[in-house]
């Protein structure tokens, strides 16, 4: 079912809205409105990414990847919202040093929007996360694993 004009622009605003409190620090008004987004556009990836994002930053990973995961199978699941999704999976993955996961997840979220900006996003945090690793572990990963592309 297609929105509205007005619908679309009162859900880009609790959109806009959530991601400026997530940025000024209030995860709590960040989560009401997620949540929110969720409820009113269950298909839409929107709030189902914003709470991924903030399980990210409160350190609870697995919910975030679950967050992200949902992502990828909604309706109106996007190449760009779906490449973010497949970023953030990367990002709370490694956190438990799953390489071969973590560079499968940006590579493929480098190929759904390769020149849009969560392509750049995801090569960004592969050069990201290869460096912390060069920097952290003694052993590297293969160097097919951690190309830039």
Do not use: Y
């Not at 609790?14 to 997530?22: I, K, Q």
Request: net charge neutral.
């Amino acid at each position: 079912m297609a929105l509205r004009e007005d619908s679309f622009r009162r859900l880009r605003f609790l959109a806009e809205s959530g991601r400026l409190a997530v940025a000024f620090g209030r995860h709590d008004k960040a989560h009401a409105i997620f949540e929110a987004l969720r409820s009113i556009s269950p298909q839409s990836p929107v709030g189902h990414d914003g709470l991924s994002e903030l399980a990210f930053l409160d350190g609870d990973f697995e919910s975030s990847i679950a967050l992200a995961k949902a992502c990828l199978t909604l309706e109106q699941a996007t190449p760009c919202s779906s490449a973010m999704a497949l970023t953030r999976i990367a990002c709370a993955t490694a956190t438990n040093g799953e390489r071969r996961d973590v560079i499968e997840s940006l590579d493929r979220a480098i190929k759904m929007d390769p020149a849009g900006p969560a392509g750049e996003h995801a090569r960004l945090w592969k050069r990201v996360i290869r460096d912390m690793w060069t920097r952290t572990c003694s052993t590297q990963p293969e160097s097919s694993e951690v190309s830039t592309q």
